[in-house]
């Protein structure tokens, strides 16, 4: 009979699972640079491997349901946020494998790594941009990587999530514009202010805006994962190097520290702040 072992009838031979994930490309892609590789370094450089195939994802989501806001299809936006929170979630838990090394395991090869710094994960900052967390300094880490440096203008000038929303709220009748750059204060501060009050229209009559209402809190769960993230972040490195300086030069957990404070929803969270009062006005 022609043809060989495994062949469909027309004699193309059939789709397996390793080409389908290219598994024998992914799992050459774990090239240690300490001479002899160091036992510790494969976990490293696979956690943050795993990292940024889950960063795509993120962006694969909230693309999409950037798209479905846009489309008035609140269902399919609030389902596509509620991955990212999921996605999240494991994301958390994941960065504690890396405390299996010993923070002297770690020393050994932590020097090979210099310059680079998780600072320059490129679809980290795409995350950050497309949430509405948009800073241009951060172009200036990436002037050595065109695509990546390409990538982050394009979101730096495209619309956000928060953006999206906004539109949304607008298009249902709700008083508000799209955000203005964070670094206009005062203007950025008069808009959070007048949002904040058609926003309490969503949250103390929910069930009136209920697929709003729904929508928010996804962005803020989005939003409160992504901050435990950069927590137990910190708390890892604190852990494995103390108050080292980072690998490409930043001041390490100092710099991580000032990161906590960030919110990409920051209206949704001011608006708890108001409800007690004006409910009983």
């Known amino acids: 009979m022609p043809g060989y072992f495994g062949a469909n009838i027309d004699g193309i031979k059939p789709l397996n699972y390793d080409e389908y994930l290219k598994v024998p490309q992914l799992i050459n892609l774990q090239e240690c640079r300490s001479t002899p590789a160091h036992h510790d370094e ?7 491997q795993t990292y940024e195939l889950w960063f795509r994802l993120i962006l694969h989501e ?79 880490a990436f002037a050595d990587q065109p695509e990546a440096l390409e990538r982050l203008k394009q979101r730096l000038n495209s619309p956000t999530l928060a953006d999206a929303f ?10 508000v514009t799209v955000p203005p750059p964070r670094s206009e204060n005062e203007i950025w501060n008069n808009w959070q202010e007048k949002v904040v009050k058609e926003l309490l229209k969503v949250y103390l009559t929910p ?22 993230w950069r ?17 490409g030069g930043s001041e390490g957990i100092g710099y991580l520290q000032r990161t906590l404070g960030n919110k990409f929803f920051p209206e949704l969270w001011q608006v708890r702040t108001h409800l007690e009062k004006f409910n009983n006005s």
């Open 231 to 247: 927590f137990h972040h910190l708390r890892m490195v604190e852990r494995m190097i103390g108050n080292k300086f980072g690998t």
């Open 42 to 48: 494969m976990l490293f450089i696979i956690i943050h």
């Open 166 to 175: 906004y539109q949304l709220l607008a298009r249902r009748g709700f008083d």
């Open 62 to 140: 909230c693309d999409s349901a950037m798209m479905a806001m846009k489309n008035d299809d609140l269902f399919l936006a609030e389902r596509q946020l509620g991955r990212v929170v999921e996605i999240n979630r494991i994301l958390v838990p994941q960065i504690h494998i890396l405390e299996t090394m010993l923070p002297v395991d770690f020393l050994a090869f932590r020097d090979h790594l210099k310059p680079a710094s998780g600072f320059q994960s490129a679809q980290f900052r795409e995350v950050e941009f497309s949430c509405g967390l948009k800073d241009e300094r951060i172009l200036g």
């Open 207 to 228: 069930s009136q805006h209920y697929d709003i209402y729904r929508l928010a809190e996804r962005l803020v769960e989005v939003d409160e994962y992504t901050n435990l």
